[in-house]
């Protein structure tokens, strides 16, 4: 371990991305803890308290949500702008061309979700203060019209000041800006969450607290099996003649990872189920009887651990085949194995190919799916045995801290990979 950091901290470029991003996150922080004004921010906490969605959105926001800071929504914005283009991409035929263009089209996407953020952060922030203003607990001490549209205005620009924070972070190559920036928000939630576990501290619950280390322990095992887990597919390259001399004739193997979508299917599914009960949350005490009825029954999904848990398992599983199906394309990569002169051997060139990399990647995606499905619902039935509701919430951000230093690592690896290519 230690000759590999030797070795990242004699590669300039690389030393050099990491001590950037360190910066980059050091700026988040900071701005976390910059409160907007006109915020009693003692009943914002006991506001939270109470309410048990909005104290789970607070934790992808790194604490920023819950004291109300100049970024209180966070990257949700983006995300949600990325899951709508995502989808449209199924959906809309040009769309999904323009990601089939390469770079260019990609950008072109980029483009439109970043600009889609702006509505969603103004949208988001108005909701999110309306939602204070509806509250029993007299959380803004301003409510002219003036200031709400200032607090509205600096939220959005809280939002979009992130996400051009998290596309610096991206350009470094030293893993994905926007999971970074939701790692580095919910790590700095650790030390409180262990010092309330601390503070409330039974020797009658020993076993609760141990099982909620073994419970940590298992998810890290199982996060770095499933990252790591790939099947190797052989493929073979035809001999061919050129100048007089021959070439190919390699064997070698075409990799597939047991889960490519990463951290992302857990982040989208805690957002899609959030959503639905922040909106309820407007409705709760509306004056038509089944429209408060219905905003009630929302809300209990997400406070009623078994339902949440059964549909944060659908979700993740859905989430994990979507992403796969939209960042793995099966038919490009038969048609470059076949322009090189590759092919697997068994397997027919062309639509055959494409068809048997379809089916070994379903098989392998029903297992990694399935496998971090349990694992991110794993927390929440702890929760169910010891009674504890910091065992859930602590499961979840161990899932995605786990997820998102396993990418960067390898993001690292993969320029020191190349800087040994580049010195031959």
Do not use: C
Request: charged share 10%; aromatic share 10%.
């Amino acid at each position: 371990m230690w000759e590999k950091l030797q070795e990242i901290w004699r590669a300039k470029d690389v030393r050099n991305g990491i001590l950037y991003v360190i910066i980059m996150m050091v700026l988040f922080r900071f701005a976390a803890h910059v409160p907007l004004p006109g915020v009693d921010l003692t009943a914002l906490d006991r506001y939270f308290q109470a309410n048990q969605v909005l104290g789970l959105l607070s934790l992808f926001s790194g604490g920023t949500l819950q004291s109300f800071a100049v970024i209180a929504l966070g990257v949700a914005p983006y995300i949600t702008s990325t899951i709508i283009f995502q989808l449209l991409a199924m959906i809309v035929p040009s769309i999904e061309e323009l990601q089939k263009e390469g770079e260019q089209g990609q950008q072109k996407v980029n483009q439109w979700t970043r600009l889609a953020t702006v509505p969603l952060a103004i949208l988001q922030s108005f909701a999110l203060i309306q939602l204070l203003r509806q509250s029993q607990f007299h959380i803004l001490t301003n409510t002219d019209p003036f200031h709400i549209a200032t607090l509205i205005v600096t939220v959005t620009a809280g939002t979009i000041f992130l996400m051009w924070i998290g596309e610096l972070i991206s350009e470094k190559k030293v893993g994905n800006g926007i999971s970074l920036l939701i790692f580095a928000g919910i790590l700095a939630s650790f030390p409180s969450s262990v010092s309330q576990l601390v503070v409330a501290y039974d020797p009658s619950q020993l076993m609760t607290y141990l099982l909620y280390g073994a419970i940590a322990v298992l998810t890290v095992v199982g996060i770095v099996f499933i990252t790591e887990g790939q099947r190797n597919i052989p493929v073979q390259y035809a001999r061919q003649t050129r100048g007089g001399g021959q070439i190919g004739g390699v064997a070698t193997t075409l990799p597939i990872r047991v889960n490519m979508a990463g951290v992302i299917p857990i982040i989208f599914a805690i957002s899609i189920l959030l959503f639905p009960s922040v909106v309820a949350q407007f409705f709760i005490h509306a004056r038509t009887p089944w429209i408060a009825t219905v905003a009630g029954w929302t809300i209990n999904i997400v406070q009623n651990q078994t339902l949440y848990g059964v549909l944060y398992f659908v979700l993740v599983f859905v989430f994990t085949f979507f992403y796969t199906a939209v960042i793995f394309h099966p038919d490009q990569i038969a048609e470059n194995l076949q322009k090189q002169g590759g092919f697997i051997l068994g397997i027919r060139p062309g639509k055959p190919t494409a068809d048997y990399l379809q089916s070994v990647m379903n098989r392998i995606n029903l297992a990694g799916a399935t496998f971090l499905g349990l694992i991110a619902v794993l927390p929440i039935l702890a929760q169910g045995a010891g009674g504890n509701r910091l065992l859930a919430i602590g499961g979840t951000s161990l899932l995605i801290v786990v997820a998102v230093i396993i990418e960067s690592v390898k993001e690292v690896e993969s320029q020191l990979t190349m800087r040994e290519y580049d010195a031959y």
